[in-house]
Every structure is written in structure tokens, then in C-alpha cells.
């Protein structure tokens, strides 16, 4: 990696702003990235993140606010950001008519490679990536997962001190989404500072080191998960029931003794709710028990990012926003 003037932080931002006719898809966004870490933008659809990554990449000029990247100021050293920095897309931005091993001499020949290095360099992603097998067969054939994998590999033809993944698993399968996620473990080991966005809250927590929570255009909290999940101020308790029949009458009798809302599941058998009182918790699940309501199983700890997300905005993590970025997409 090369030598800059920044230190402790890849990406310090400050007020930025960033507007489509009246709607503010950015509306002062504060940011401070530890460099070598990964750090999580974490949203709904429509909450500002591509935007906020967009305008960071340089593909975007501010309308406000100041923001460095790896040492150089946003605004008059674009250029130099961006020989640093690389993004990949919510889409598939390599040519699909092109096989693998095209894409990736096409762009590694770009980047200033001899024929052989280009070659060289081609063949050690697709080993690196699983793709060997892929090599020669026509990008638009891949399947979406590998369609990831060969997107992120053009990225890092040339290994950047600074990689934007925006939504990088978004409509994967859990076996591709995994992969992706160890590919983003191997680049950060490398040191490597990634900025990834996400409105998978199970993402986040799985690699971001830090995480700031977006909706409608404002970070409304910045963090550790753990230290997001300890913001929320209550324990969760999540209460899975031997008989899916019996959650109505366990509702009722778990928002009567512990004085709190009751969320239900797509588990037709689990149902949680936030608490602060261990020692009601005690009572309630006894009381289950009493009134012959069996329990498979239960536990107690720190909210989901999920509960956290949900106690933040007022609303589930999933539900779209209705200011949708359009003009960023």
C-alpha cells in the first residue's frame, strides 16, 4: 500500500450534503473511518447510503460539507482519491459478453500491465476467487454469486488502499453471500480500508468493525454493534413455544406481566420483547409453565441490530423508504 499524510482515519466527512431537486438523499452526513478496518453504512432502501458512497468515490459532487479521503480533500483532489480508491457497485459493471479472464486482462492491461503481468494477474483472482473453472465462459453465463465475485476481483486488479462495496451481497444465496463475506475478511486482513453498505443487519454485525446507522439521509448512530445493541438500554427476551397455537395466550400473558410489547416472529412459535427487569423475566417464564404453555426453548441477552434498528427510526430495518435515491442509482 502506499504512503499518505492520513494516519488514524481513510475517510473523515463532515456535513456532507447532497440534494436532488428538493429531496436531501444526503442531509449532513458525519463520518469517520478508522483506516484498515471495515466499516458498515447500514440502511433501508432509499435511506441515502449509495448516495452517501457515490458522492465519497468522487462519482458525486457534494452540494455541501467538506470530507479527506485517505489524506486528500474531496473537493480539490479528486484525482488523487481517486487512484486510491475503488468501488463496486450494487450491479455487475464489467462486460458480460466477455469471459472472466477478458474482463480481467482488459483491465489489468488498462491499469498499466504488461500482456504477461496482465495475464498473471488475471489468473491469481480467478484462483483466488474460485473462478478457475469459469475462467473462459462468458460473464452474462455466471450465476449472480459468481457475478459478485468476478465484479469485486475487477476492483482489486490493482489493490486499493480504500474499496466502496455498496450492498455487495444483495439477492445472493447464503452460500454466495458467505463467500463474499470472506473475500471482504482477506482484504481487510491485507489492509485494506472497506466502506460497505448494507441493509442486511446480520452483515454488519458479521464484518464491520464500526457501524452508522442511516436513514432518510441522517447517520442517527454510530457505533460498535455491541455498543448499538447496549444503546437500546434493555435486554431482549426471545421465547420459542413447543405449540405454534399457543402464542396468542403466551402474548397475552408475557405483555400483562412484564408491562412491555410483544413481538411476534415469522416463526409462528416465537415471539420477543424488550426488557430490563430479570427478575420478571423469572416470574413470566414461570408463569408460561403454569398455565401449560411449553416452551422449546429460550434466551435472554442484548438486542438484535434488528430490535436496535427498529428502536432508532420507529420502523422495521426492512421496510423501504419512500425517498427512494433515484437519481444515485
Known amino acids: ?41 447500514l440502511g433501508p432502501n432509499g435511506a441515502g447510503k449509495t448516495t452517501t458512497i457515490r458522492v465519497l468515490a468522487t462519482l458525486l459532487k457534494p452540494d455541501g460539507g467538506t470530507a479527506s479521503i485517505l489524506g486528500h480533500d474531496l473537493a480539490s483532489e479528486a484525482n488523487q482519491v481517486r487512484q486510491r480508491v475503488s468501488l463496486t457497485g450494487q450491479f455487475a459493471s464489467i462486460d458480460e459478453d466477455l469471459s472472466g479472464m477478458e474482463n480481467l486482462i482488459m483491465i489489468a492491461r488498462l491499469m498499466g500491465y504488461s500482456r504477461k503481468e496482465a495475464k498473471e494477474r488475471a489468473m491469481e483472482l480467478l484462483r483466488a476467487f474460485g473462478l478457475e473453472e469459469a475462467a473462459k465462459r462468458q460473464v452474462k453465463k455466471y450465476s449472480g454469486g459468481m ?26 444465496d447464503p452460500r454466495s453471500r458467505n463467500q463474499v463475506w470472506d473475500i471482504v475478511r482477506v482484504l481487510v486482513g491485507m489492509g485494506t ?75 409462528p412459535a416465537a415471539l420477543s420483547a424488550r426488557v430490563s427487569d430479570t427478575e420478571r423475566v423469572a416470574y413470566a417464564l414461570g408463569e408460561l409453565s403454569r398455565a401449560n404453555i411449553a416452551i422449546a426453548d429460550f434466551s435472554l441477552g442484548q438486542p438484535s441490530l434488528d430490535e436496535v434498528f427498529l428502536t432508532l427510526t420507529g420502523r422495521p430495518a426492512e421496510e423501504d423508504s419512500k425517498t427512494e435515491e433515484v437519481s444515485s442509482s
Open 193 to 267: 480500508t472497506i466502506l460497505l453498505t448494507t441493509q442486511y443487519l446480520d452483515e454488519a454485525d458479521q464484518l464491520a468493525d464500526r457501524i452508522a446507522v442511516i436513514d432518510r439521509g441522517k447517520v442517527i448512530a454510530e457505533g460498535t454493534s455491541g455498543e448499538l445493541k447496549a444503546s437500546v438500554g434493555s435486554g431482549t427476551l426471545h421465547v420459542r413455544l413447543l405449540n405454534p397455537e399457543d402464542r396468542r395466550k403466551a402474548e397475552q400473558l408475557l405483555t400483562d406481566i412484564l408491562e412491555t410489547s410483544i413481538q411476534l416472529a415469522s416463526d
Open 147 to 172: 457475478r459478485r465475485r468476478i465484479d469485486i476481483a475487477a476492483s482489486i486488479v490493482v489493490t486499493p488502499d480504500l474499496l466502496f462495496l455498496d450492498e455487495p451481497t444483495t439477492g445472493l
Open 1 to 41: 500500500m502506499s504512503t499518505s499524510n492520513y494516519t488514524e482515519y481513510a475517510i473523515e466527512a463532515l456535513g456532507l450534503v447532497k440534494t436532488f431537486g428538493k429531496n436531501r438523499a444526503v442531509d449532513g452526513v458525519d463520518l469517520k473511518v478508522p483506516a484498515g478496518t471495515v466499516y458498515g453504512i
